[in-house]
């Protein structure tokens, strides 16, 4: 079974920094992606960033290049996404997922986390 599992979420004036984690299990082989995604209050889940696991290569969002840098711990099979100079627009649920692909974003992604809450705020 599959199981992704967020942490790391919380509050966080503007300008700050946050560092999310996500735990993967039963994820067999490498070929998989882990992707990052965005919820902002009342809007559509929207990607951040996604990592393929057998090269760590990552591409991210417009909104965050320069600002979120995504990390993999394969012992603790665990990615990180450290976020940085964080702004309100980044308030919202933060959720992980898993697929063979992101190429379809949201909608291909196979498993998913519950997601962790970060909020921006002055």
């Known amino acids: 079974e599959v199981q992704l599992v967020e942490s790391g979420g919380g509050m966080v004036q503007p300008g700050g920094s946050l560092r999310l984690s996500c735990v993967t299990s039963?994820?067999?082989?490498?070929?998989?992606?882990i992707g990052w995604f965005h919820q902002a209050p009342g809007k559509d889940r929207e990607g951040v960033s996604c990592?393929?696991?057998?090269?760590?290569?990552?591409v991210y969002a417009d909104s965050v290049t320069g600002r979120f840098t995504v990390s993999s711990d394969s012992a603790k099979n665990t990615v990180y996404l450290q976020m940085k100079s964080l702004k309100v627009e980044d308030t919202g649920v933060y959720y992980c997922?898993?697929?063979?692909?992101?190429?379809?974003?949201?909608?291909?992604?196979?498993?998913w986390g519950k997601g962790t809450a970060v909020t921006v705020s002055s």
């Open positions: 997922a898993a697929s063979r692909s992101c190429a379809l974003g949201v909608y291909g992604m196979d498993y």
């Open positions: 039963g994820l067999t082989s490498l070929e998989y992606y």
């Open positions: 990592t393929r696991r057998s090269t760590h290569h990552t």
